[in-house]
């Protein structure tokens, strides 16, 4: 979210997710620029306020939802003739939602409304807006342009179908939200509630979702208000970025032997999922190593900086690592030109990649580069080690092998990493620990590895065949 249009500060508010029932926030927080200044609850939902605000800021939350479908097919309501105070708002005619408006009361005779049970009725609306042509956002629509124009986006249809549930007495709100599509998207998404026996039920006559809700749904707000709000005269720009994660429940880490250990010491279940890829990284390793030829610095090396750059992301964690190399590999000579013993020459190195980190996590910070700040994830004692090898190299066998063997190492990191995203196997691992079994196996049969590596038929391939002498 960032305001645009002049270089003074500014104030914006949204609603972030609610807990409840149906969706479970499980992580969130600001992981680039200002922080939230104010959040509170009101009727509409939770508010998070920002003031003041000069440059761009990111709010991150992760959050489990589940899918939620009600059986109304053997229930007969009534529609009641008085409502608690609690609903009285949920009746009114507003500028918006007009079902006082004669046309809303004309569709309404003509849907022969009048004297249904509230199902029944609830059907015969949803399939009447169900029926309505659906068309892309283009702003706030109400409820009679909608009917009148026999065509509406997701909020038209939302508040021609809460104006028909009013109308006739049956308390309707809109809701707010998004439909979790993995992707980049700026259209968030408006569906209804109907309130039956004191419970609120979902409808989406949009989608054509009846009395069910998709897990994807996630709810930020109740009522008819907007997602956002800002100071007049600045533009606000926003966009959400949307990326599907599977996750095993705590408690289904709770019901597993191994596991019960660390949920009871109160243990987050990355750092188990971290101890459980670096067996898997490491088989990769050993694969690409031994079967199909390649040179890394070490074996556990590459899997231990493939699980840190989880944290950093892929790019910026294989810049970093580069940077890094090549300033050891520049330090290196220099160090050996005043004769010191291994382990102090180490730890100067280790001084040096340490140094780097806090600079990057510095620049980062200061130029809004929030990716740059996780650096310091990266476990510096591994990468100082990989760094000391790597200008060892250039020493014994010049430059171009030494790089040869970090573009490999590389190569390796990035099939690792890439393995060890998999949430299916994280989950599968932490489900199913017997699959070590698995891996042990595949490591004991690739112990007895006796064939050409794939790399060796690429080298050896423009070797001449002497021929034989009898």
Partial sequence: ????????????????????????????????????????????????????????????????????????????????????????????????????HPEIAALSRRLELEGLDAIEALRRIFEEVLALDGVAFKGTTDALTALRLGEASCNGKSRLFVALCRQIGLPARLVGGLILESGDKRTSHQWVEVNLRNQWIPFDALNGHFATLPAEYLTL?????????????????????????????????????????????????????????????????????????????????????????????????????????????ALHPILMRWRLLYTPRLVILLVAVVGCYLGFSAWGWQSGQIGWVKVTLFPVVVVAITAERFAREIEEVGWTDALSKAVQTLIVVVLAFFAMQSTTAEAMLLAFPELFLWIVAAMLALGRWTGIRVLEFVRFRFVPVEGSVS
């Fill in 1 to 100: 979210m960032e305001l645009r249009g002049a270089n003074e500060s500014g104030d914006f508010r949204t609603y972030l997710p609610l807990g409840d029932a149906r969706q479970q926030v499980l992580e969130e927080g600001v992981i680039q620029g200002q922080g939230v200044d104010v959040i509170s609850r009101d009727v509409h939902g939770r508010r998070a306020s920002w003031r003041q605000v000069t440059g761009p800021v990111q709010y991150r939350v992760v959050v489990r939802t589940r899918a939620v479908k009600w059986d109304l097919q053997d229930n007969v309501l009534g529609i009641p003739s008085r409502h608690s105070t609690q609903m009285q708002d949920h009746l009114l005619s507003t500028k918006a939602i007009q079902s006082d």
């Fill in 221 to 329: 707000y109740r009522g008819d208000v907007g997602l956002f709000g800002h100071t007049a005269g600045l533009p606000l720009d926003y966009g959400f970025s949307i990326r599907p994660r599977l996750r095993l429940p705590r408690e289904a880490l709770g019901e597993h032997p191994l596991w019960r250990a660390f949920v009871d010491a109160g243990l987050p279940a990355g750092a188990l999922g971290f101890l459980l890829l670096l067996p898997f990284g490491a088989a990769i390793v050993a694969f690409m190593r031994n079967v199909v030829g390649f040179q890394t610095f070490g074996l556990f090396l590459p899997a231990l900086i493939a699980v840190s750059m989880k944290g950093t992301g892929l790019g910026i964690g294989t810049g970093a690592f580069f940077i890094v190399l090549f300033a050891v590999a």
